[in-house]
């Protein structure tokens, strides 16, 4: 039988390299024109190292080629190539194999399973989180980082990620859930909740619940270790469509007046504020001269928003973080504590 030309055809192999080179991004890693027709042309060496890509066929292949295979691409409807907002920064691909719960779900089961090493674990964390949408990549960092505190899951951890699966079976099923939310204080009783599950979000290294309820005319975040008594009820409800979980989660943090922080903190500790605040928000960073418990001690001055975002990430991690300016951070964060203390 005579195999298809197909197959032998170089513009079809050149497709075929533009697709590949394309389903590689998303919307934080995004490739240019001339980052893919580089990606392009290194593929094709490879394969034909003897013939110039551009002596395969009738016209030049350039830059300016790209935008029609994205048109030829998205016209297909198997792909979704958007351009970046910023324009200079190029295409991504925006169609993911995985929604936000479908991410959560197969993390966390992933996660749990005792065959395979926290290595081999990461490993698949990094394959997902290339496959799903924003929201989902923040799912599975908060699963990689639990990996790379505790190594394997603790009972409590493993507690709190059957509530995960719990509550994207419901928002698969499109039904509403009941549980007990156990009270921050002793002075206050536990209440029992039925709620429209939105989604589970990541927040200063703790995971919580998204959802609407009946009184609250914008959803709430609950904290997921408070919950308990977790189960679906019969009771279907609609999904809105006019939420967005990347609006929702930036009302938090637009919200405040930009200030100059400056604090202290452990070499080791350097990532994690990178991670929080981001490169672009950290002014200056350097040793500030002093060694505690063995470990140099840096400084960062960062611009951000105070908001109770910002004190909640300082009193996370109140046992690393030295608040240095301003005084009166400094001053709300102490009073904030001896009321947590005064509450145990």
Known sequence: MAKSKLFYS??????????AALCQTDHEAPKTARQILKEVERSWSEIFPNEPLNKSSKKNFVT???????????????????VHEDNKRGYYNARKLFSTAEAAAVTAMIYQTTSLSAAEKQKFFDKIKS?????????VYGFGRQLKLDGEPTKNFSQCLCKIQIICRSIVEGKKISFCLRPNSASQNRTYRIAEPLAVVVKGGEFFLTAKVDDSPTPIDFKL?????????????????????????????DCGEPIELMISFPESF?????????????????????????ERQFRATILVKENECLYRWLRCH???????????????????????????
Do not use: W
């Open 318 to 344: 109140c046992d690393r973080v030295k608040t240095n300016f301003p005084n009166r951070i400094r001053q709300t964060l102490k009073k904030q504590l001896a009321m947590m203390i005064s509450r145990l």
């Open 225 to 253: 270790r408070l919950m308990s008594e977790l189960e679906i009820c019969s009771d279907e409800f609609q999904s809105d469509k006019n939420f967005s979980l990347a609006r929702h989660m930036s009302k938090e943090r």
């Open 10 to 19: 170089k513009t079809f192999i050149k497709d075929l390299l533009i697709i």
């Open 64 to 82: 300016a080629t790209i935008s029609r295979h994205v048109r030829d691409m998205n016209r297909s409807g198997l792909y979704k190539i958007e």
């Open 270 to 294: 350097i990532e994690s504020v990178v991670e929080r605040f981001g490169c672009g928000k950290v002014k200056s960073l350097a040793p500030n001269g002093n060694i505690f418990d063995g």
């Open 131 to 139: 496959a799903t949408d924003i929201d989902g990549q923040s799912i």
